[in-house]
């Protein structure tokens, strides 16, 4: 059977890394947090989760150096409850990017809406475009992808350079409102300050998905760790200071709320249109970043068992061509069920920020058995911390991730009586041909 190749170098894993996770974090969530909060509580939102998110990082780095392969997180599952840990995963990350990909072209798509006034179907249209090309450039080979992650990192660089440049102006106002709801003032409410936290949670998502990548890690030992470390240092302090920015803009009575509310910003700097373009870029490569992972996931549950075999299979170029076409299927769906009952892009991220709320205490539970010394004992304990504040406004919505969970228990319990009755009836064709009765008795 072909297996996946080593070919992913440092430089490599950082581009897809920072693209998966900044493309649509850095541009649709400062206008969204601010949808969610007011500028007080929205520039809470972003510290609190900042930090939320140190001790997950630390321990999906660990693990990550731990278990570099392409089972990723479902490999953590099994780690941390046996076997069917791997299947509940598996169905809680499908489920996640069942709705996570067409999210992140359809925030694509609406930055489209403001640069040509499209309409609704417009703009689901172009979300359809958008994981058309995803599509195509998967297809096309790790080299491909490759290629489009440094360009967009270009992009993105730049069009995070221009943006601060030339609205520092509201970077002296975010800090001000930041001082502000430190030392107590403003109006906060911890209602609003939870629901912009847990949209934030989307910002700091990837980095356990970067997981289905790492068994393509070269030199894992030393590569894995400043991978995650070195991404989070990037991607924080840029989406800090972003939020700065963005919060100060709102407090001068900029509109900035919803998907698209940066392009707010585009007015006070040189390149308008040509700005809104460059983000669409860097989404349409986090959506690319997405799909190589989603890819992954699907074919490492192919081979376990977990999905159907099909989505387990590669091409004579070593790639999942099942699990893309798999994926392309299910987001048109998604972007046409969008459209057609009218569902906003925030309550798709906040139903994918829950999911992997509860994969992220799979991946904590793995961590305390198989970390040692007195950091197991911290970072697990912070990160319960955080994840007990993140899960409890969602109330009666996680039937959904209990659901996947359960329905990967059942998956699980189905191939296990698979295996016994194939393993029974190979022992009964064994003794048939031996012709031995007190085999037959014994079985």
Known sequence: MRKLEKTITLRRGLGLAICMLIGTGILALPGLALD???????????????????????????????????????????EAAGPWGGYAVSYLVGGSFFFGLPAVALIGSEYMRQLFSLSELGAALFAVLLVTLMLISNLAGMRIISVINY??????????????????????????????????GGNVDLKNVWTVAALLFWAFLGWENLSFSLGEIKDPEKNVPLLYWLSFALVTSIYILLALISTGASAAGVPLQGAAGLSGLVLFTPGGSLLIWLMVIVIAANACSWNFTASRMLYAGGRTGAFPGVFGKLSKRNIPVSSLVGLYVLSIFLILGTYLFKIPVSSMILLV??????????????????????????????????LSFLVSGFTWKIIYPVFLIGFGYYRFLG???????ATSRKELTVCEDAQDLSCLTRH
């Open 36 to 78: 969610a909060g007011s500028a007080h509580e929205a520039i809470l939102g972003w510290f609190l989760i900042a930090l939320i998110a140190v001790p997950l990082i630390q321990i999906c780095a660990r693990l990550g150096l731990r278990f570099p392969s392409t089972a990723g997180l479902a490999g953590y599952a099994e």
């Open 151 to 184: 360009t967009a990192m270009a992009v993105l660089f730049v069009l995070t350079g221009l943006l601060i440049a030339f609205n520092l102006d509201f970077f002296g106002s975010g800090l001000e409102v930041a001082g502000e709801t430190i030392s107590g």
């Open 353 to 386: 920020n829950q999911n992997f709320i509860f994969l992220y205490a799979f991946i904590i539970i793995a961590y305390w058995k198989t970390e040692t010394g007195w950091q197991k004992w911290v970072f697990s304990v912070l990160a319960l911390l955080s």
């Open 415 to 421: 191939r296990k009586s698979a295996d016994k009755s």
